[in-house]
């Protein structure tokens, strides 16, 4: 069973461009969440969502930063005129059907903003 | 905001000794409290997780102890060995959040041949 797969792994982009980041959760989960995690910091939540929902957007920041989960296809979150501040790990992290704090993270996406 | 609060920042720990890590919760609803392991470069790894209906719980050389009264829990490693050098981040449910874990801003494990 494959796990938690995010691409790319390495992106980097200039200031002002889009950065689009994917995530393919387990097979058998419907529950993504993404995480944002600094140098030397713990995971910062960002968003959780289900197939074609938005659950929970508390931890997005409120300009550039979008997020979708499809019917068919990854998740993705999509970051818009990025700047240096933005540069950081991104992981998705998957959970079964039920919504259950059991969560299973991918490798991540490290961004760099030059 | 929920907090929870990791001590030490970093261990160092010599091989064959016990490495103990504390965490600290405020909010008593929390009903779940996982450990994750990271290496650098890597996603983090669930590693062993624990409910409060239990003070305790072991996976081979990890074991949780869980502290009700005093909103604590540890994560102690048995016989830690060099390949157990990495970050280690204790979490928990965020309240008023649908699933999203809370995490402590980790600590580094060094274990010396």
């Known amino acids: 069973n494959a796990g938690v797969m995010q691409n790319p792994r390495h992106l980097v982009r200039r200031r002002g461009q889009e950065a689009r980041l994917r995530c393919s959760p387990m097979?058998?989960?419907?529950?993504v969440y993404w995480y944002r995690q600094l140098p030397e910091e713990g995971l910062k939540f960002m968003v959780y969502?289900?197939?074609?929902?938005?659950?929970?957007e508390s931890g997005m920041p409120k300009e550039r930063f979008s997020a979708e989960f499809p019917k068919e296809g990854p998740s993705i979150l999509r970051i818009q005129q990025v700047v240096r501040g933005d540069s950081a790990a991104y992981f998705c992290?998957?959970?079964?059907?039920?919504?259950?704090?059991?969560?299973?993270f991918g490798p991540g996406t490290r961004l760099t903003v030059t | 905001q929920q907090q929870v609060k990791q001590s030490p920042q970093s261990l160092i720990v010599q091989k064959g000794g016990i490495s103990i890590i504390n965490c600290a919760y405020e909010?008593?609803?929390?009903?779940?409290f996982p450990w994750y392991q990271q290496f650098p470069g890597k996603g983090p790894a669930l590693l062993i997780a624990?409910?409060?209906?239990?003070s305790e719980k072991k996976e081979g050389r990890f074991t949780i102890s869980f502290n009700k009264s005093a909103k604590q829990f540890s994560l102690h490693i048995m016989d830690s060995q060099p390949g157990d050098s990495a970050t280690y981040f204790c979490?928990?449910?965020?309240?008023?959040?649908?699933?999203?874990?809370?995490f402590g801003k980790g600590t580094k494990l060094s274990v010396k041949p």
């Open positions: 624990i409910r409060p209906d239990v």
């Open positions: 969502l289900q197939k074609e929902n938005i659950i929970d």
């Open positions: 992290a998957s959970s079964p059907v039920s919504p259950t704090y059991e969560q299973y």
């Open positions: 097979k058998g989960h419907s529950h």
């Open positions: 909010n008593t609803a929390f009903d779940y």
């Open positions: 979490a928990a449910p965020s309240t008023g959040g649908q699933g999203n874990l809370i």
